[in-house]
Each structure stands twice: as C-alpha cells, then as structure tokens.
T-cell receptor
C-alpha cells in the first residue's frame, strides 16, 4: 500500500456543486495532516490543516478518520476559482518532511 | 508563515550541463527541504539541507547528482548536475518554520527543461 493515496480524479463539477476528496494513508503513527492547493504552474500552498475533531473554514471542511486512516476535504458551493489540484499531505517523513499524495484535479465549470 | 524566494523560476538547459537553484527565506528556519515534482506526479523529497553539515538524501538521490549547500539558516542551493532530459521537472524548496508549526511552505518552484 502506498504511503498516501488520493482519489484519481479529475473531478469536473458545475458551479455551486459540493465535491469531496478523500486521501488514505498507511502510516498509523502520522500525527499531522494537511490539504494543499496547487494551481497550474505554481507551488503548493497550504489550504488547511486537518484536526482530529474536524475543522471548517468557510466553504471548506476537513475531517480526519484515524480508525480508517483517511482524511477528507469537502468543498461546498464550488466556485470557478476553486479549480486547482488538491494535494493531501501528512507528517511522518523519515526526515521530518511531509509526504504528499499525487493530487486530485478539480475543474469547476460555469 | 515564511516568505521564500526561489530562482530561477524556469530554465531550459542543454544536456550535460548543471544548474544551480537558489532558495532564500526571510527568516531563520531550522528545516529546509528540496523536492522534485515530475509531470503528473506527487512531490518527492530529494534531501534535507542541513546547516553546517552535509545534506541528508532520500533513497534514489545522491550528492554527486544533486549537491546541496546550506551556508546559513536562511539560504540554500540545489545543483542539478550533468543533466539529462529525465531531470526535466519542477524543483521546489520548502521550509518548516518550526516554533511548533508542522506545515511546510514552498518557494515558487523552478521549472527545468533539459534538451
């Protein structure tokens, strides 16, 4: 099992739709979890951290399920500007680094 | 968060040559990392740049191919040596600001094309 696996995508959704991404991980000892957003030809930027109790930031909700070893990102009321690739990341790399998934591409259409 | 300046932003290089990428941070940081992101792939850690000592490389990456310098807590360079087309990729420096933060912040990336 790969360290981090994400939904393959791409996700093509209309404006206003709700879309959810999942990311499964293999290292049960991981303590920190994140969602990053990467626009085309840009660097990844932190979208939000994922806390055990779940957390919300506007239209974005992140959840962690330790028992099943996955994290999720829910985007409500999708905007055109949400079109990007969403990367999940978790702590626990051998050098204190983050381990990233391949990313899921989201395309929001008018 | 930390402000990270990475340059060059892009380059097209001849095979067999070398390119040095610079990463400057606006504050002192403990951890600086270099990643590679090949088309359609995830970010892969190349190495951790250690201040005052040799970089720590991940499996599959070696110092002769990717020499790294870290002369102080705000600056690092990555050199891609003796390049081949397979080295065409995006190279990203990343920092963990420390002070309890565990998320990573990235430079703008260097898009390298080897011809």
């Amino acid at each position: 099992r790969k360290e981090v696996e994400q939904d393959p995508g791409p996700f093509n959704v209309p404006e206003g739709a709700t879309v959810a991404f999942n990311c499964t991980y293999s290292n049960s000892a991981s303590q920190s979890f994140f969602w990053y957003r990467q626009d085309c030809r840009k660097e990844p930027k932190l979208l939000m951290s994922v806390y055990s109790s779940g957390n919300e930031d506007g239209r974005f909700t992140a959840q962690l399920n330790r028992a099943s070893q996955y994290i999720s990102l829910l985007i409500r009321d999708s905007k055109l500007s949400d079109s990007a690739t969403y990367l999940c990341a978790l702590g626990g790399g051998s050098q204190g680094n983050l381990i990233f998934g391949k990313g899921t591409k989201l395309s929001v259409k008018p | 968060s930390a402000v990270i300046s990475q340059k060059p932003s892009r380059d097209i290089c001849q095979r067999g040559t070398s390119l040095t990428i610079q990463c400057q941070v606006d504050s002192q940081v403990t951890m600086m990392f270099w990643y590679r992101q090949q088309p359609g792939q995830s970010l892969t850690l190349i190495a951790t740049a250690n201040q005052g000592s040799e970089a720590t490389y991940e499996s599959g990456f070696v110092i002769d191919k990717f020499p790294i310098s870290r002369p102080n807590l705000t600056f690092s360079t990555l050199t891609v040596s003796n390049m081949s087309p397979e080295d065409s990729s995006i190279y990203l420096c990343s920092v963990d600001p420390g002070q309890g933060a565990t998320e990573a912040f990235f430079g703008q990336g260097t898009r390298l094309t080897v011809v």
